[in-house]
């Protein structure tokens, strides 16, 4: 007699190829398929496994973003690998550094202000020549919360204890300005008791008898 194994949970729920259609991203996962079975480079690896991903896992970067990141120390003339797309930031207005840059797309006005600042962007096919193993590259990646739908996850808005932003149909003096404020109105949100903990306690000297 055999057992009876359960297969209620065997679905694997991960991407092995893209969604897209797109020939020319299919030709960098067939590429890149290729080095992450050859080369068994964790690298390769994770470049696989991104260009599968959907767009919202893969956020922009842009490069105020990316210049903070490779200003950090020991990444001097190391190329920056982003599998995604890299933005420009009207709030840097400062010069952009040299940077030779690896991506999936550049913004125009990003590509424009790269290039003037005498860098460098490659495609990923040039990449896999200049370092199949991934040999003098930082992986980056744009932040994943950092959407606005993110901001209304979590729990329900106004209860005690949430951050939640709300979805308000308008913002003024009649729209979502009392419950949770007050006890009248549903109730009065407390504050965290940990936040009365961290509170610093009175020092009281006591009296010296030396």
Known sequence: ????????????????EPRSEDVYLRL???LYRFLARRTNAKFNQIILRRLFMSRINRPPLSIAALTRLMSKQGREGKIAVVVGTVTDDVRLTKAVPKLTIAALRVTTRARARILKAGGEIITFDQLALRSPLGQKTVLLQGKRTKREAVKHFGLAPGVP????????????????????????CGYKKRRHNWMKLQQPAKFTAEPSYL
Request: without cysteine; aromatic residues 4%; proline residues 2%.
């Open 161 to 184: 204890h949430s951050h939640t932003k709300p979805l308000v149909r308008s913002k003024g003096r009649k729209f979502e300005r009392a419950r949770g404020r007050r006890a009248s």
């Open 28 to 30: 960098l996962v067939k």
């Open 1 to 16: 007699m055999g057992i009876d194994i359960n297969h209620k949970w065997d679905r694997k729920v991960r991407r092995t």
